[in-house]
């Protein structure tokens, strides 16, 4: 596997879309693949900073919506069917600019379980096969009959299945989804991620290094 150094890693060029004391959106329009987290800041904690990590090794394309709220950030929570029928023009503006996805989200069921969804077959088995290796006392789901519908990441007009590939959508526990407390979200969404964490954030982006253009 790479060495998950981030020494010498050039500044992603963010640009911000709508913002509210709820919540910012904001992403970076750059290679054809694009990682998502739509659920970011405190609506499915760790999410966003695994995307910002990934964009920090790749040349990946990255779009974050990130709940600000100091409690009930859930209220903030649209699925990703819905997500892609609002007017959100910088999220559609990424979305139209790439060809394949990684949506990275979590979840709060089985604390070993990892859901891997979507309908780019060869995306999803390179990610599963690689986090097999890399987090073997973790279970890596990949068949449809054993996913939750709600994780399932095949229904056409989730946001991850419009791009020309197609994508795929990522499950992650909470212990997947780790990073280093801080005070205020001016902060937060640049806290270091720690444990085990370091090694999905690395293996997604080693996969994404793989493909024409990811780095």
């Given at each position: 596997m790479t060495n998950f150094s981030l020494t010498n890693v050039p500044t992603?060029?963010?640009?911000?879309?709508?913002?509210?004391?709820?919540?910012?959106?904001?992403?970076?329009?750059?290679?054809?693949?694009?990682?998502f987290a739509i659920h970011g800041g405190g609506i499915e904690i760790g999410t966003e900073q695994i995307a910002r990590n990934i964009a920090k090794r790749?040349?990946?394309?990255?779009?974050?919506?990130?709940?600000?709220?100091?409690?009930?950030?859930?209220n903030l929570r649209i699925s990703s069917i819905e997500f892609a029928s609002l007017n959100h023009p910088l999220f559609s503006n990424i979305l139209s600019h790439i060809e394949?996805?990684?949506?990275?989200?979590?979840?709060?069921?089985n604390k070993k379980d990892i859901h891997i969804g979507g309908r780019n077959v060869d995306l999803?088995?390179?990610?599963?096969?690689?986090?097999?290796?890399?987090?073997?006392?973790?279970?890596?789901?990949t068949f449809?009959?054993?996913i939750p519908d709600l994780m399932k990441g095949i229904d056409p007009n989730n946001f991850?299945?419009?791009?020309?590939?197609?994508?795929?959508?990522?499950?992650?526990?909470?212990?997947?989804?780790?990073?280093?407390?801080?005070?205020g979200w001016s902060r937060h969404e640049w806290s270091d991620l720690y444990g085990d964490t370091i090694k999905v954030a690395g293996t997604?982006?080693?996969?994404i290094n793989s493909y024409p253009g990811g780095r």
């Open positions: 992603v060029p963010y640009i911000d879309g709508k913002t509210s004391p709820d919540f910012r959106e904001y992403g970076a329009k750059r290679g054809k693949i694009g990682v790749t040349n990946c394309s990255v779009y974050i919506f990130s709940g600000r709220k100091k409690t009930g950030n859930n394949k996805i990684v949506a990275i989200h979590g979840h709060n069921q999803k088995s390179k990610i599963a096969e690689a986090l097999k290796k890399r987090l073997p006392e973790y279970h890596v789901i449809l009959h054993e991850v299945n419009l791009p020309q590939e197609r994508g795929m959508q990522i499950e992650l526990p909470q212990a997947l989804r780790v990073a280093k407390k801080t005070t997604l982006a080693e996969i």
